[in-house]
Nanobody
């Protein structure tokens, strides 16, 4: 069993910052990809940022220059530093991790709410 547990969500004013953290536990040694997705009310879940075990990061255009994803391979954690937050960043943020062995085995956290007030 593998579990991803997020922390760090909350309420912040526009222009503020939040840091999300996600820790993996269970029968896992490493993930090929870790990162974050989000889902706003009435919208589909969308990619925010991912990072490979080699450190290659990929960002949604809407967060480039404001968000930074990082990971600690030894601790099996992934963080998301969110700066210059906007009301449109309000969503439930989900930690994501994948092991690629011929196909992708995907894992998801339970989600953490981020609310940005204007």
């Amino acid at each position: 069993q593998v579990a991803l547990v997020e922390s760090g969500g909350g309420l912040v004013q526009a222009g503020g910052s939040l840091r999300l953290s996600c820790a993996a536990s269970g029968s896992i040694f490493s993930f090929n990809v870790m990162g974050w997705y989000r889902q706003a009310p009435g919208k589909q879940r969308e990619l925010v940022a991912t990072i490979t075990s080699g450190g290659f990061a990929n960002y949604a255009d809407s967060v480039k220059g404001r968000f930074t994803v990082s990971r600690d391979n030894a601790k099996i954690t992934v963080d998301l530093q969110m700066n210059s937050l906007k009301p449109e960043d309000t969503a439930v943020y989900y930690c994501y991790a994948a092991v690629v062995r011929g196909r992708s085995y995907d894992y998801w956290g339970q989600g953490t709410q981020v609310t940005v007030s204007s």
